[in-house]
């Protein structure tokens, strides 16, 4: 007798440590063109280079936001083990609430640490990615960079911030204690793949170990 | 008076490590039904050890039936929870099992070491039961309507990660845990370790993966939820956690006036 097995149930490794990442991206309207269509493209090839690799498939874990519209941010897609994470597609409209981003990316990052703990999975540090061609227009962006940096210093988060063309570096460095990083003209192949096998190395490494990334070279210049 | 009625199902499975290098599944498991009385016993044979597949099949096989003949002499009226009678039965039962497996290993001029076996399961009547667990695995008592706080008797592994502990071991009765549980709990769950990364979260059951299982399984009958089960534990999915042979025994008690 054949079955196609037992509905929504998860089949999940639940003595893996995990790796939580979060992208906040920039899905204003000088996004759109180029710039957003590379970006979807980067995206999905991020979704099949976690897949593809089997460690990283089941302890990188992912969630999206998107800062667009009237100064709004929504969760394009929410936690997801990198196994069944589909790229979602990232619209460009709208203005660069990024500080609202990066706020909301906070919390969801608390939310999940307090259900691995609950749980008893082990995790790594998460990371959290800004990525934006411009700069936050929301007004109190100040507070929740400091926030950000905050969070940082007292190691409970990576934040790295990426810019895109003429994005405001200025601006971006308040997000976090790293130099943010530019991206080669629209690089963002070069970028996820550098970001899927740097997850992949991360979400191996032993619990509390030092962050040891690969230099962006491939895909961006260090702005110091 | 009410008298239990057991719904039953599971699986062994050979690890998708064993099917690609043609080895059998040294997982094993035995259901017995005495009256009111469930008994389930799930063995996991060491992998390293030369019979562990037949070590797992001879000490489910023997334990099930010991336990299963023991407990249809008890009458219903005597069905309190008197734990330290499970207890001692567990243990008598176990230790018939390793004499049975001791002859095994005489009859093929080997050592009880190449029937290397962990063994756990549970005994269960009306009022609840007891259980019991030497080595690696999981046995789970839960309570169907999500009251009481689950019960879990969770794996014993040695310093050594990938170590863990026999029934075929001198000192197994040093490692044999029992855990009572009361008439509350009426599912119980017993698993080898190719299972246990699904079911278990750090101390407590995975609801993602417990909460289907049980809500399908109470849903259907045997054939169909035993054929669920394999088709689960056999997705791509699960190839990527473990290559470990996949053993899941489910009960769920109701009461059957009659």
Request: proline share 4%; charged share 20%.
């Amino acid at each position: 007798m054949s079955s196609t097995g037992i509905p929504d149930m998860a089949l999940r490794d639940n003595t893996n440590q995990r790796l939580p990442c979060i992208l906040v991206i920039d899905g204003s309207a000088s996004m759109d063109g180029d710039p957003i269509k590379h970006l979807n493209a980067g995206l999905k090839m991020f979704e099949d280079a976690l897949k593809n690799d089997d460690i990283a498939s089941q302890r990188v874990q992912v969630l999206i936001i998107r800062c667009g519209g009237g100064d709004e941010v929504e969760i394009i897609s929410d936690w997801k083990d990198a196994m069944d994470f589909e790229a979602p597609v990232v619209a460009a409209h709208g203005r660069t609430p990024l500080g609202a981003g990066a706020t909301l990316a906070l919390a969801k990052l608390a939310e999940q640490e307090a259900r691995y703990r609950q749980h008893g999975i082990p995790s790594n540090r998460g990371w959290l990615f800004l990525l934006t061609d411009g700069e936050p227009t929301d007004t109190d962006w100040e507070q929740a960079a400091a926030a950000c940096k905050a969070a940082a210093a007292a190691n409970r988060v990576t934040v790295f911030g990426i810019g895109i063309g003429d994005a405001n570096f200025k601006k971006l460095s308040a997000f976090s204690a790293m130099s943010p990083v530019r991206l080669d003209g629209l690089n963002f192949r070069e970028f996820f793949l550098w970001l899927s096998r740097s997850a992949s190395t991360a979400s191996q490494s032993e619990l509390g170990s030092p962050l040891q990334l690969e230099r962006p070279n491939s895909w961006g210049t260090i702005q110091t | 008076m009410s008298i239990s009625a057991w719904k039953i199902a599971g699986v062994s499975l050979p690890g998708f490590g064993h099917l690609a290098q043609g080895i059998p599944c040294q997982d094993a498991h035995e259901i017995r039904i005495a009256g009111s009385w469930f008994i389930g016993v799930v063995a996991d044979g060491a992998g390293t050890a030369k019979f562990s597949n037949a070590g797992a099949a001879i000490a489910c096989r023997t334990l099930a039936a010991d336990l299963a003949e023991r407990l249809a002499t008890v009458s219903l009226e005597e069905e309190t929870v008197d734990t330290t009678s499970i207890r001692s039965w567990i243990e008598e039962g176990l230790s018939r099992a390793r004499a049975h497996l001791q002859a095994a290993a005489l009859a093929d001029e080997a050592r009880l070491a190449d029937f290397h076996a962990t063994v756990l399961g549970a005994v269960a009547g009306a009022h609840g039961g007891v259980l019991f667990h030497i080595g690696d695995g999981a046995a789970m008592a839960l309570d169907a309507s999500g009251n009481a706080e689950p019960i879990i008797s969770p794996p014993e592994n040695s310093e050594y990660p990938e170590i863990t502990f026999f029934l075929t071991q001198d000192n197994w009765r040093e490692h044999l845990r029992c855990t009572p549980f009361g008439a509350g709990h009426d599912v119980l769950l017993l698993m080898t370790d190719g299972v246990t990364p699904l079911a278990l979260s750090g101390a407590a059951p995975f609801d993602g993966f417990v909460t289907p299982l049980m809500r399908y399984l109470e849903a259907v009958n045997r054939e169909e939820g035993e054929a669920a089960l394999s088709a689960s534990l056999s997705k791509d999915k699960v190839r990527r956690i473990t290559q470990d042979d996949k053993t899941l025994v489910w009960a769920l008690r109701s009461a059957a006036h009659d």
